[in-house]
Protein backbone atom coordinates (compact mmCIF):
# COMPACT_ATOMS: atom_id res chain seq x y z
CA UNK A 1 0.00 0.00 0.00
CA UNK A 2 1.06 3.59 -0.29
CA UNK A 3 0.17 5.58 2.79
CA UNK A 4 0.59 9.04 3.26
CA UNK A 5 0.59 10.11 6.97
CA UNK A 6 0.08 13.31 8.32
CA UNK A 7 2.37 14.43 11.87
CA UNK A 8 1.02 17.44 13.69
CA UNK A 9 2.56 20.18 15.78
CA UNK A 10 2.31 17.70 19.34
CA UNK A 11 3.91 15.07 17.45
CA UNK A 12 6.91 16.29 16.14
CA UNK A 13 6.83 18.91 19.25
CA UNK A 14 10.73 17.08 20.56
CA UNK A 15 13.99 15.75 19.18
CA UNK A 16 12.25 12.83 21.25
CA UNK A 17 8.76 13.13 19.46
CA UNK A 18 10.24 13.17 16.10
CA UNK A 19 12.81 10.07 17.40
CA UNK A 20 8.78 8.67 18.07
CA UNK A 21 7.79 9.64 14.63
CA UNK A 22 10.71 7.93 12.81
CA UNK A 23 10.05 4.89 14.59
CA UNK A 24 6.44 4.61 13.72
CA UNK A 25 7.23 4.97 9.86
CA UNK A 26 9.68 2.42 10.18
CA UNK A 27 7.32 -0.10 11.66
CA UNK A 28 5.03 0.77 8.36
CA UNK A 29 8.24 0.53 5.98
CA UNK A 30 8.93 -2.49 7.72
CA UNK A 31 5.11 -3.95 6.71
CA UNK A 32 5.86 -3.58 3.25
CA UNK A 33 4.31 -0.13 2.92
CA UNK A 34 5.47 2.63 0.43
CA UNK A 35 5.73 5.72 2.99
CA UNK A 36 5.16 9.71 2.23
CA UNK A 37 4.80 11.52 5.82
CA UNK A 38 3.91 15.62 5.89
CA UNK A 39 4.77 16.97 8.85
CA UNK A 40 3.99 20.23 10.60
CA UNK A 41 6.45 22.49 12.74
CA UNK A 42 7.32 21.81 16.01
CA UNK A 43 4.32 22.68 18.23
CA UNK A 44 4.44 26.40 19.11
CA UNK A 45 7.11 27.02 16.17
CA UNK A 46 4.56 29.26 13.60
CA UNK A 47 3.31 31.57 16.64
CA UNK A 48 6.79 32.03 17.81
CA UNK A 49 7.94 33.39 14.01
CA UNK A 50 4.87 35.35 14.05
CA UNK A 51 6.01 37.06 16.95
CA UNK A 52 9.47 37.49 15.56
CA UNK A 53 8.44 39.24 12.88
CA UNK A 54 5.56 41.39 14.70
CA UNK A 55 8.83 42.93 16.88
CA UNK A 56 9.93 44.51 13.21
CA UNK A 57 6.48 45.27 11.98
CA UNK A 58 2.70 44.89 12.15
CA UNK A 59 1.59 44.83 8.94
CA UNK A 60 4.82 42.90 7.04
CA UNK A 61 4.13 41.81 3.36
CA UNK A 62 2.45 38.42 3.24
CA UNK A 63 4.83 37.12 0.99
CA UNK A 64 7.45 37.22 3.34
CA UNK A 65 5.02 36.02 6.16
CA UNK A 66 5.09 32.90 3.94
CA UNK A 67 8.71 33.02 3.62
CA UNK A 68 9.25 32.74 7.38
CA UNK A 69 6.38 30.13 8.25
CA UNK A 70 7.43 27.67 5.94
CA UNK A 71 10.50 27.07 7.47
CA UNK A 72 9.52 25.92 10.52
CA UNK A 73 7.96 22.62 8.76
CA UNK A 74 11.17 22.42 6.49
CA UNK A 75 12.89 21.95 9.98
CA UNK A 76 10.84 18.99 10.75
CA UNK A 77 11.07 17.38 7.54
CA UNK A 78 15.13 17.66 7.11
CA UNK A 79 15.29 16.41 10.71
CA UNK A 80 13.12 13.40 10.30
CA UNK A 81 14.82 12.38 7.21
CA UNK A 82 18.27 12.98 8.80
CA UNK A 83 17.08 10.45 11.41
CA UNK A 84 15.58 7.84 8.89
CA UNK A 85 18.90 7.95 6.99
CA UNK A 86 20.98 7.54 9.81
CA UNK A 87 18.92 4.82 11.18
CA UNK A 88 18.99 2.73 7.81
CA UNK A 89 15.77 3.51 6.10
CA UNK A 90 15.93 5.48 2.68
CA UNK A 91 14.83 9.05 3.25
CA UNK A 92 14.62 12.27 1.27
CA UNK A 93 12.63 15.72 2.66
CA UNK A 94 10.67 17.86 0.27
CA UNK A 95 9.66 20.77 0.20
CA UNK A 96 6.52 22.29 -1.23
CA UNK A 97 8.42 23.18 -4.33
CA UNK A 98 10.15 19.74 -4.86
CA UNK A 99 6.72 17.68 -4.18
CA UNK A 100 5.36 20.02 -6.96
CA UNK A 101 2.55 21.90 -5.37
CA UNK A 102 1.37 24.37 -7.14
CA UNK A 103 -0.56 27.07 -5.26
CA UNK A 104 -2.78 30.59 -6.06
CA UNK A 105 -1.31 34.02 -5.37
CA UNK A 106 -2.95 34.23 -2.13
CA UNK A 107 0.01 34.73 0.12
CA UNK A 108 -1.04 33.01 3.62
CA UNK A 109 -4.01 31.94 2.64
CA UNK A 110 -3.48 30.17 -0.87
CA UNK A 111 -5.30 27.49 -2.63
CA UNK A 112 -3.51 24.55 -4.13
CA UNK A 113 -4.13 24.59 -7.53
CA UNK A 114 -2.23 21.35 -8.84
CA UNK A 115 0.08 19.03 -7.58
CA UNK A 116 2.66 17.44 -9.64
CA UNK A 117 4.07 14.23 -8.37
CA UNK A 118 6.65 13.05 -10.81
CA UNK A 119 9.52 14.11 -7.84
CA UNK A 120 7.44 12.10 -5.68
CA UNK A 121 6.90 9.08 -7.68
CA UNK A 122 10.75 9.01 -8.69
CA UNK A 123 11.51 8.82 -5.36
CA UNK A 124 9.30 6.07 -4.34
CA UNK A 125 10.55 4.22 -6.84
CA UNK A 126 14.04 4.43 -5.71
CA UNK A 127 12.31 3.07 -2.24
CA UNK A 128 13.13 5.86 -0.57
CA UNK A 129 10.61 7.46 2.34
CA UNK A 130 9.48 10.88 1.33
CA UNK A 131 9.13 13.59 3.88
CA UNK A 132 7.31 16.45 2.72
CA UNK A 133 7.06 20.06 4.80
CA UNK A 134 3.77 20.59 5.31
CA UNK A 135 1.76 23.81 5.13
CA UNK A 136 3.17 24.69 1.96
CA UNK A 137 3.48 24.82 -1.87
CA UNK A 138 4.53 27.85 -4.70
CA UNK A 139 2.53 30.30 -6.17
CA UNK A 140 1.37 29.98 -9.52
CA UNK A 141 2.60 33.12 -11.07
CA UNK A 142 5.68 34.80 -9.09
CA UNK A 143 7.19 31.07 -8.09
CA UNK A 144 7.90 32.77 -4.51
CA UNK A 145 7.02 30.20 -1.36
CA UNK A 146 3.43 30.41 -0.32
CA UNK A 147 1.71 29.01 2.95
CA UNK A 148 -2.10 26.96 2.71
CA UNK A 149 -2.84 28.76 6.15
CA UNK A 150 -3.06 27.98 9.60
CA UNK A 151 -3.62 24.41 9.70
CA UNK A 152 -2.79 23.72 6.45
CA UNK A 153 -0.21 20.47 7.01
CA UNK A 154 -4.04 18.77 6.92
CA UNK A 155 -4.64 20.04 3.49
CA UNK A 156 -1.16 19.41 2.39
CA UNK A 157 -1.68 15.75 3.08
CA UNK A 158 -4.82 15.51 1.50
CA UNK A 159 -4.19 16.76 -1.58
CA UNK A 160 -1.00 14.76 -2.28
CA UNK A 161 -3.20 11.48 -0.99
CA UNK A 162 -5.43 12.44 -3.65
CA UNK A 163 -3.33 13.25 -6.58
CA UNK A 164 -0.86 10.75 -5.73
CA UNK A 165 -4.04 7.92 -5.47
CA UNK A 166 -2.97 6.55 -1.84
CA UNK A 167 -4.65 4.09 -0.47
CA UNK A 168 -5.15 5.96 2.80
CA UNK A 169 -3.99 9.27 4.42
CA UNK A 170 -3.92 8.80 8.32
CA UNK A 171 -3.73 12.49 9.96
CA UNK A 172 -1.45 11.70 13.73
CA UNK A 173 -2.47 13.90 16.45
CA UNK A 174 -2.42 13.73 20.21
CA UNK A 175 -5.93 12.22 20.16
CA UNK A 176 -6.73 8.45 19.16
CA UNK A 177 -9.79 8.91 16.23
CA UNK A 178 -13.24 10.90 16.61
CA UNK A 179 -15.48 9.49 19.90
CA UNK A 180 -19.17 9.78 19.76
CA UNK A 181 -18.68 12.96 21.71
CA UNK A 182 -16.16 14.76 23.92
CA UNK A 183 -14.62 12.00 26.45
CA UNK A 184 -13.82 15.13 29.19
CA UNK A 185 -17.94 15.35 29.00
CA UNK A 186 -19.02 12.20 29.02
CA UNK A 187 -16.14 9.77 30.37
CA UNK A 188 -18.78 6.68 28.38
CA UNK A 189 -17.73 8.44 25.27
CA UNK A 190 -16.65 5.75 22.58
CA UNK A 191 -14.15 5.69 19.94
CA UNK A 192 -16.12 5.16 16.49
CA UNK A 193 -14.61 2.42 14.18
CA UNK A 194 -15.85 4.18 10.73
CA UNK A 195 -17.86 7.69 10.60
CA UNK A 196 -19.14 9.32 6.90
CA UNK A 197 -17.46 12.51 5.31
CA UNK A 198 -20.58 14.31 5.86
CA UNK A 199 -21.52 13.31 9.89
CA UNK A 200 -17.56 14.27 10.36
CA UNK A 201 -18.07 17.82 8.73
CA UNK A 202 -21.52 18.07 10.79
CA UNK A 203 -19.38 17.20 13.95
CA UNK A 204 -16.27 18.97 13.29
CA UNK A 205 -18.34 22.18 12.44
CA UNK A 206 -20.53 21.86 15.49
CA UNK A 207 -17.46 21.92 17.61
CA UNK A 208 -15.48 18.61 17.89
CA UNK A 209 -12.49 20.26 16.30
CA UNK A 210 -10.38 17.22 15.85
CA UNK A 211 -9.88 17.35 12.18
CA UNK A 212 -9.44 20.56 9.92
CA UNK A 213 -12.57 21.35 7.93
CA UNK A 214 -11.79 21.91 4.72
CA UNK A 215 -9.53 18.82 4.42
CA UNK A 216 -12.44 17.09 5.33
CA UNK A 217 -14.16 18.59 2.74
CA UNK A 218 -11.25 18.02 0.15
CA UNK A 219 -11.20 14.31 1.10
CA UNK A 220 -14.86 14.27 0.42
CA UNK A 221 -14.34 15.93 -3.16
CA UNK A 222 -11.35 13.62 -3.64
CA UNK A 223 -12.55 10.46 -2.65
CA UNK A 224 -9.66 9.88 0.19
CA UNK A 225 -9.72 7.59 2.95
CA UNK A 226 -8.57 9.80 5.89
CA UNK A 227 -7.94 7.87 9.22
CA UNK A 228 -7.79 9.88 12.46
CA UNK A 229 -5.16 8.46 14.90
CA UNK A 230 -2.92 9.11 17.46
CA UNK A 231 1.24 9.45 17.58
CA UNK A 232 0.98 8.91 21.09
CA UNK A 233 -0.56 5.56 20.63
CA UNK A 234 0.25 4.24 17.15
CA UNK A 235 -0.86 0.73 18.12
CA UNK A 236 -4.72 2.26 18.77
CA UNK A 237 -6.47 1.85 15.17
CA UNK A 238 -8.14 5.16 15.31
CA UNK A 239 -11.01 6.33 13.32
CA UNK A 240 -11.98 5.60 9.39
CA UNK A 241 -13.28 8.51 7.74
CA UNK A 242 -14.92 7.48 4.23
CA UNK A 243 -17.96 7.44 1.99
CA UNK A 244 -21.23 6.53 3.23
CA UNK A 245 -20.86 3.65 0.92
CA UNK A 246 -17.63 1.77 2.79
CA UNK A 247 -20.23 1.66 5.60
CA UNK A 248 -22.16 -1.33 6.08
CA UNK A 249 -23.75 -0.68 9.23
CA UNK A 250 -24.88 2.53 9.72
CA UNK A 251 -25.66 3.59 13.18
CA UNK A 252 -28.86 6.18 13.44
CA UNK A 253 -27.10 8.55 15.76
CA UNK A 254 -23.10 8.37 15.34
CA UNK A 255 -22.19 11.54 17.65
CA UNK A 256 -23.27 14.56 20.10
CA UNK A 257 -22.03 17.50 19.46
CA UNK A 258 -21.67 21.07 21.27
CA UNK A 259 -20.86 24.24 20.60
CA UNK A 260 -20.74 26.64 23.26
CA UNK A 261 -19.81 29.54 21.29
CA UNK A 262 -22.93 30.43 20.09
CA UNK A 263 -25.26 33.93 20.87
CA UNK A 264 -29.34 34.14 20.01
CA UNK A 265 -30.07 37.22 18.44
CA UNK A 266 -33.93 37.70 19.03
CA UNK A 267 -35.80 40.82 17.01
CA UNK A 268 -39.55 40.44 18.29
CA UNK A 269 -42.71 42.49 16.94
CA UNK A 270 -41.34 43.28 13.76
CA UNK A 271 -44.00 44.48 10.95
CA UNK A 272 -44.71 41.79 8.69
CA UNK A 273 -43.92 43.13 5.40
CA UNK A 274 -42.35 40.85 2.77
CA UNK A 275 -38.53 41.93 1.84
CA UNK A 276 -37.15 42.28 5.66
CA UNK A 277 -35.86 38.99 6.23
CA UNK A 278 -34.09 39.67 2.88
CA UNK A 279 -32.78 42.99 4.10
CA UNK A 280 -32.04 41.84 7.52
CA UNK A 281 -29.79 38.56 6.20
CA UNK A 282 -28.35 40.11 3.45
CA UNK A 283 -26.65 42.90 6.21
CA UNK A 284 -25.16 39.99 7.95
CA UNK A 285 -24.20 38.32 4.80
CA UNK A 286 -22.32 41.77 3.29
CA UNK A 287 -20.31 41.90 6.63
CA UNK A 288 -19.41 37.81 6.48
CA UNK A 289 -21.78 37.15 9.68
CA UNK A 290 -21.90 33.12 9.49
CA UNK A 291 -26.22 32.99 10.62
CA UNK A 292 -26.83 29.45 11.27
CA UNK A 293 -30.21 28.78 12.84
CA UNK A 294 -33.05 30.97 11.80
CA UNK A 295 -36.38 30.87 13.37
CA UNK A 296 -39.44 33.01 12.44
CA UNK A 297 -42.75 32.86 13.76
CA UNK A 298 -45.80 35.43 12.64
CA UNK A 299 -48.11 35.72 16.01
CA UNK A 300 -51.74 36.37 16.04
CA UNK A 301 -51.65 39.91 16.08
CA UNK A 302 -49.32 39.92 12.81
CA UNK A 303 -46.11 40.46 14.07
CA UNK A 304 -43.23 38.20 13.52
CA UNK A 305 -40.89 37.03 16.05
CA UNK A 306 -37.33 36.51 14.21
CA UNK A 307 -34.55 34.37 15.89
CA UNK A 308 -31.37 33.55 15.10
CA UNK A 309 -28.14 32.60 15.82
CA UNK A 310 -24.24 33.75 14.94
CA UNK A 311 -21.04 32.61 16.04
CA UNK A 312 -20.17 34.63 19.85
CA UNK A 313 -17.04 35.95 17.83
CA UNK A 314 -19.19 37.60 15.21
CA UNK A 315 -20.99 39.34 18.34
CA UNK A 316 -19.87 42.88 18.10
CA UNK A 317 -20.31 43.33 14.32
CA UNK A 318 -23.44 41.64 14.35
CA UNK A 319 -24.62 44.33 16.59
CA UNK A 320 -23.58 47.15 14.27
CA UNK A 321 -25.26 45.95 11.55
CA UNK A 322 -28.33 45.30 13.85
CA UNK A 323 -28.89 49.06 14.27
CA UNK A 324 -30.44 49.86 10.97
CA UNK A 325 -32.93 47.28 11.51
CA UNK A 326 -33.99 49.17 15.43
CA UNK A 327 -37.24 50.87 14.15
CA UNK A 328 -38.26 48.17 12.02
CA UNK A 329 -38.60 45.92 15.08
CA UNK A 330 -40.02 46.51 19.13
CA UNK A 331 -37.21 45.33 20.43
CA UNK A 332 -33.62 43.28 19.53
CA UNK A 333 -32.17 41.40 21.99
CA UNK A 334 -29.31 39.41 22.83
CA UNK A 335 -28.41 36.46 25.05
CA UNK A 336 -24.67 34.84 24.89
CA UNK A 337 -26.04 32.23 27.49
CA UNK A 338 -27.11 29.49 25.31
CA UNK A 339 -25.04 26.54 23.58
CA UNK A 340 -26.45 24.33 20.71
CA UNK A 341 -26.13 20.67 21.35
CA UNK A 342 -26.63 18.43 17.93
CA UNK A 343 -27.34 14.64 17.42
CA UNK A 344 -25.49 14.04 14.23
CA UNK A 345 -25.83 10.65 12.07
CA UNK A 346 -26.47 9.49 8.57
CA UNK A 347 -29.03 6.60 9.75
CA UNK A 348 -31.70 9.25 10.74
CA UNK A 349 -32.55 9.53 6.98
CA UNK A 350 -34.36 6.40 7.14
CA UNK A 351 -35.60 6.47 10.77
CA UNK A 352 -38.27 7.74 12.51
CA UNK A 353 -38.76 9.19 15.94
CA UNK A 354 -35.54 10.21 16.12
CA UNK A 355 -35.83 13.71 17.17
CA UNK A 356 -39.13 13.05 19.22
CA UNK A 357 -36.39 10.77 21.08
CA UNK A 358 -34.07 13.71 21.90
CA UNK A 359 -36.43 16.13 23.10
CA UNK A 360 -37.86 13.38 25.72
CA UNK A 361 -34.47 13.17 26.39
CA UNK A 362 -33.80 17.08 27.55
CA UNK A 363 -37.56 17.25 29.22
CA UNK A 364 -36.62 14.51 31.68
CA UNK A 365 -34.31 16.66 32.83
CA UNK A 366 -36.22 19.65 32.53
CA UNK A 367 -34.26 21.40 29.94
CA UNK A 368 -35.99 23.63 27.97
CA UNK A 369 -35.28 23.86 24.24
CA UNK A 370 -35.36 27.24 22.42
CA UNK A 371 -34.87 26.85 19.09
CA UNK A 372 -34.64 23.76 16.99
CA UNK A 373 -33.54 22.82 13.52
CA UNK A 374 -33.04 19.68 11.61
CA UNK A 375 -31.24 18.86 8.11
CA UNK A 376 -31.13 15.18 6.64
CA UNK A 377 -28.20 14.21 9.04
CA UNK A 378 -28.70 16.25 11.92
CA UNK A 379 -30.87 17.49 14.78
CA UNK A 380 -29.39 20.70 16.63
CA UNK A 381 -30.77 22.52 19.64
CA UNK A 382 -30.21 25.66 21.19
CA UNK A 383 -30.60 25.31 25.19
CA UNK A 384 -29.51 27.39 28.26
CA UNK A 385 -25.50 27.49 28.56
CA UNK A 386 -25.62 25.97 31.92
CA UNK A 387 -26.99 22.83 30.94
CA UNK A 388 -24.65 21.92 28.66
CA UNK A 389 -23.03 19.50 29.64
CA UNK A 390 -26.28 17.60 30.91
CA UNK A 391 -27.79 17.39 27.87
CA UNK A 392 -24.65 15.98 26.01
CA UNK A 393 -24.82 13.34 28.98
CA UNK A 394 -28.54 12.81 28.99
CA UNK A 395 -28.79 12.57 24.78
CA UNK A 396 -25.34 9.86 24.75
CA UNK A 397 -27.72 7.65 27.50
CA UNK A 398 -30.66 8.48 24.96
CA UNK A 399 -29.11 6.88 21.99
CA UNK A 400 -26.67 4.43 24.03
CA UNK A 401 -23.51 5.38 22.62
CA UNK A 402 -22.11 3.73 25.19
CA UNK A 403 -22.79 0.48 23.92
N1 LIG B 1 2.42 25.03 11.34
C1 LIG B 1 1.22 25.52 10.76
C2 LIG B 1 0.31 26.02 11.87
O1 LIG B 1 0.65 25.96 13.04
C3 LIG B 1 0.54 24.53 9.89
C4 LIG B 1 0.09 23.26 10.57
O2 LIG B 1 0.56 22.90 11.65
O3 LIG B 1 -0.74 22.56 9.99
O4 LIG B 1 -0.75 26.51 11.61
MG1 LIG C 1 -1.43 21.98 13.34
Known amino acids: MLKVLKFGGTSVGTLDRIQNVADIIKTIKDDGHDVIAVVSAMSGQTNKLLEYAEHFS?????????????????????????????????????????????????????????????????????????????????????SRVSTLGRGGSDLTAVAIAGAIKADVCEIYTDVDGIYTTDPRIEPKAKKLDKISYDEMLELASLGAKVLQNRSVEMAKKLNVNLVSRS????????????????????????????????VRVGMYGVTDRPGIASLIFTALADSNINVDMIVQTVGVDGK???????????????????????????NIDYNEAISKVSIVGVGMKSHTGVASKAFTALAKENINIRIISTSEIKISMIIEEKYSELAVRSLHDAYNLDK
Open 58 to 142: KSAMPNEIDMLLSSGERVTSALLSIALNEQGYKSTSMSGREAGIITNNDHTKARIESINTDNMKNAISDGKVIIVAGFQGISQHT
Open 231 to 262: SFTPEVEGTLITKEENIMEKPVVSGIALDKNQ
Open 304 to 330: TDLDFTIPTTDWEICKEVMKQFENDAE
